[in-house]
């Protein structure tokens, strides 16, 4: 990857520019960041970006602050749509997500480590983490066959479905989505689609996917015991009310998607995609691969949907599970605790919104692709009208980094100049190989015994250490700078579940 920057941003305000399309063709791409942290964006980044700006039917694209190279499109970016649907621009994890599970803890309850570790164990018990790992190798975790395996599929976080996993019904009105639908607004669609792949044997091994519900997984996916510290100012407070925080209590943030169910469906539409493009002789934007399309109301458009929908349904219930499982935990080492669930919330997905015009108003709906990136309405958005966020905005998780800590945000009215988004996180800063190469094992572990944090690993992997991201304030600072979103509370890491499995090295 090259470290050089040929390409131009124009700034036009402290935190956010612009990068004018090839031949100024339509709408500049959006960046958003400081001054330093457009300067930390790489060539391949920018170059990605670019591509993706000039794919068939793009009418926006959003660079975040988080924003580094990925696959085809980088991750940390938001593309919207009214006529196209691109794989890319959503990723293989489909579905990759955030949720915080509220306790009724005192921050107290967490001072013993032993406690902590009894916590640990006690998880762990359940939510099995590795890329590979499944139910069978956690002896706590619920047992899902292939009968509840299909609803989970087809049906999302239904009350049949949350019955049946113990999961509280009331958790899937907390959910940006509970459960999805086929290209036609049907879950018939997922039910006829699933149905085809599996005699198609596209799912010769569906009973191994659906068992890894309620796990994990590798790569940068975690579980964080955090400690809530509201801000010090009546907005934070107000929506902290509303969003069910306890300040100074103990909760729970999670990190984890559609596992190998999703990753397979998403690898099956890009294999197909390509396939396509190659018969069909149709040039690739940038001459990537990764940034095939379909138009909308196609044959391959409507696979796509159908595809991601399934995907998405089983990420939603993951997390759910993830999280009854992490309080049946927690009531196991300390009786009487409760929890609620505050939000659950995608970084990879394509959902069909209404697309701002620029002007403060709406220019009709279409196909808004955020990949590592988050949904931001602030108070007052349509699309909130009825929820229990309408007059706040809806809870934004951010993770940082276990020793900078993460936040909860909610947006502000300036959302709308990045299309309603703002970033998932803090970013890499170095790639996994780089990180592994030149970070040192006991200064990343010595920085976990500094801050009092506990970890299931016996050496924290390198590649996913605090100093392989960004700076998580300087990115905080980009999305405030910018008007995007204020902070509600800070997140002050107490213990992580994590996969440290060397053989594992660059999963997703």
Known sequence: MSDTNPTQIHP???????????????????????????????????????NARSAPGVTDLVLNPDAHAGYG??????????THVYPGPVGVDI???????????????????????????????????????????????????????????TEGASPAVCRALGI?????????????????????????????????????????KISQ????????????????????????????????????CAGFLSHCGSRGFGHM???????????????????????????VYAPLGTPEADAYLDDMALGANFATVNHLLI????????????????????????????????????????????????????????????????????TTGHPILLPGNPTAGSVIMVADAGAEKSAYSVNHGAGRAMGRKMADRTLDQKTVDDEFVANDILTNCRQYPKDEAPAAYKDFDAVLDSVKSAGLATKVARLKARFVIKDSDASLKGAA
């Open 265 to 291: 469906l998403a690898s099956g539409q890009f294999h197909a995609l390509q396939q396509k493009f190659a018969a069909w002789d149709i040039p690739l934007p940038g001459q990537d691969k990764e940034l």
């Open 323 to 390: 999280n009854a499982l992490v309080l049946e935990a927690f009531q196991e080492v300390i009786p009487g605790v409760k929890g609620s669930l505050v939000y659950f919330i995608s970084h990879n997905i394509a959902r069909r919104e209404l697309l701002p015009d620029g002007r403060g108003g709406f220019a009709g709906e279409g196909w808004v692709h955020r990949k590592g990136a988050t949904r931001a309405f602030p108070a007052g958005h349509p699309s909130l009208k009825d929820t229990p966020f309408a």
């Open 95 to 153: 579905k990759c997500s955030m949720s915080f599970l509220q306790l009724d803890l005192p921050e107290d309850e967490l001072k013993d480590k032993t406690v902590r570790r009894a916590l640990i164990d006690a998880i762990v018990e359940r939510t099995p983490t590795g890329a590979g790992r499944g139910q069978r190798s956690a002896r706590k975790a619920r047992k899902v066959g292939e009968e509840l395996g299909f609803l989970v599929a």
């Open 12 to 50: 036009t305000g402290e935190a956010t520019g612009f990068i004018p399309t090839p031949g100024d063709k339509g709408k500049p791409i959006t960046v958003i960041g400081t001054n330093s942290i457009r300067a930390g964006f790489d060539a391949t980044c920018l170059q990605q970006a670019l």
């Open 213 to 248: 519900l309620g796990s994990y997984g590798g790569g940068n996916h975690f579980g964080e015991c955090e400690i809530v510290r509201l801000a010090d100012n009546d907005r934070a407070k107000r929506a902290g009310e509303v969003f069910g925080l306890r300040d100074k």
């Open 168 to 208: 509280p019904q009331e958790w899937a009105e907390r959910c940006e989505d509970a459960a999805h639908v086929g290209h036609d607004d049907t879950k018939d669609a997922l039910a006829t689609r699933l149905d085809q792949l599996m005699k198609a044997g596209r799912f010769h091994n569906f009973a191994e």
């Open 73 to 82: 499109a980088p991750v940390g970016c938001v593309l919207t749509s009214p």
